[in-house]
């Protein structure tokens, strides 16, 4: 083959290569939408919910992080409510719910990057649920990567 023809073979190759990559789009409420703009669009209406509802109960606060976070599932905004979800559940007295906020945040979005905080506060609601062996497994597994600051509450709930 001449070398001409081998370059133009290279480029149409990376050109069927590139035309086969999926765009990165975002469906909410049935539209499509590049996902950083859903990006954006979602962090804008998450601080517009946050401080709407910033003299609420944490019992009614909560409920409406996670109608935000279903809405707007793909996007990494719904992580950083349905982790503020659970705290106001667990805050509001029910760890139930918060178990399964958590659950559905560490689900759908396993690279969130707060993750860690969100086994902590895991394993802290699994204590309060009474599933002790559950939470002290979560908190021996979590202790070493937890902050320094930290530590010692993990090391006091798990005594």
């Not at 906020?101 to 902590?120: G, I, N, Q, V, W």
Request: glycine residues 4%.
């Amino acid at each position: 083959m001449r070398p001409h023809a081998s370059k133009s073979l290279a480029l149409l190759a990376l050109a069927a290569a590139l035309a086969g990559c999926p765009k990165r789009v975002v469906v909410v409420d049935g539209r499509e939408m590049p996902q950083t703009a859903a990006g954006e669009l979602a962090r804008r209406e998450l601080d517009a919910l946050r401080s709407s509802n910033a003299l609420l109960p944490p019992e009614e606060r909560a409920p409406r992080l996670e109608a935000f976070a279903v809405r707007w599932r793909e996007a990494p905004a719904a992580a950083d409510a349905l982790h503020e979800a659970a705290s106001l559940w667990r805050h509001a007295g029910r760890p139930d719910r918060s178990a399964a906020a958590l659950a559905t945040l560490l689900t759908e979005h396993p690279l969130y990057p707060r993750s860690l905080d969100a086994k902590y506060l895991l394993a802290l609601v699994d204590l309060e649920l009474g599933r002790v062996r559950d939470g002290l497994a979560s908190i021996a597994s979590l202790y070493p990567k937890l902050p320094e600051n930290v530590r010692p509450e993990a090391a006091g709930r798990a005594a």
